[in-house]
């Protein structure tokens, strides 16, 4: 007799065979970024165009008995288009990870830039209540011209009562 599955409403039914995440995403994103970053050097260039050219020379010139992949060179073709096929994805997550980096950085320098402008326009409303409140600040010429009307005043009050 065939077992019939209950169904709960409150739970989502699984459809097929369900696998679990068994690698860490962080660990194949580094090696992923650093596969690119030698793919994309002027090293790996010149290395593969090194194996191409040896692998053609002695497929072409080298002894008959020993040449492992005559013209047109299928197994050659083979291997590039595997290393190829590794690459691609390699590179295009190496891309998608900068891309979330860039992101983050991006959210970074806006906030700070938000932080700044903040800053700026606080100093700013500071500076400009400081050269108000300057403004109401007695100034030592405008003292000195007090003081010298006073002791005017002095004086000819003096004289008046001398």
């Known amino acids: 007799m065939k077992k019939i599955r209950s169904t709960r409403l409150d739970q989502p039914r699984s459809r097929g065979l369900q696998f679990k995440n068994v690698y860490d995403s962080e660990r194949f994103g580094l090696v992923s970024e650093r596969v690119a970053r030698q793919i994309g050097s002027w090293r790996f260039?010149?290395?593969?165009?090194?194996f191409v050219v040896a692998w053609i020379s002695w497929n072409t010139l080298g002894p008959l008995q020993y040449r492992a992949d005559p013209w047109p060179f299928l197994?050659?073709?083979?291997?590039?288009?595997?290393?190829?096929?590794?690459?691609?994805?390699l590179i295009l997550l190496a891309q998608n990870r900068q891309t979330d980096r860039d992101r983050v950085q991006g959210a970074q320098d806006r906030n700070q830039a938000n932080r700044l402008l903040a800053d700026t326009e606080f100093l700013a409303r500071e500076l400009a209540d400081l050269r108000i409140a300057l403004n109401d600040v007695a100034t030592r010429d405008y003292i000195k011209s007090e003081l010298r009307d006073l002791i005017e005043e002095l004086q000819i009050n003096q004289d008046k009562k001398n």
């Open 75 to 89: 197994a050659l073709t083979l291997m590039l288009s595997l290393q190829a096929s590794y690459a691609a994805p």
């Open 45 to 50: 260039i010149a290395l593969m165009t090194v």
